[in-house]
């Protein structure tokens, strides 16, 4: 558990707080544990998130709970980057940004990714 809690901070980039959410690497169960966790912060501080999905695997299981995550913040965050997606991970995105209207986005780097979540005019509904 130690090592989840190292994986979900809050950082400061450009005078804004984002919550970074790092699943790179884990296999399903922790990355069900860190999307749980990662809700229960985001309704807590109500930040934009920057996930990391680089090396790891998105399940059935975990798209459970990550449904869950999108409909429980859908109204309260404003944005979400997201890194490491694949084609077929971007699929899966494209149905989410589809199905719930969200303003989240995949990108290259992790600078595209911070100016995303910094800049106020930048890709807003």
Known sequence: MNTLSN???????????IIF??????????????????????????LSFLADFTNCYVTHQYMVHARQYVEATIKVIEKGALL?????????LKGIIHAYDVNYQAFESIDEAIDFLTNDKDGEK
Do not use: F, S
Not at 33 to 45: A, G, I, R
Not at 84 to 92: R, T
């Open 7 to 17: 994986r979900l901070k809050i950082e400061e980039h450009k005078g804004k707080q």
């Open 21 to 46: 959410v790092n699943y790179n690497g884990l296999k399903e169960r922790e990355m069900i544990e860190l999307v749980k966790k990662h809700l229960d912060l985001t309704l807590e501080t109500k």
């Open 84 to 92: 490491g997606i694949d084609p077929i991970k971007g699929g899966i």
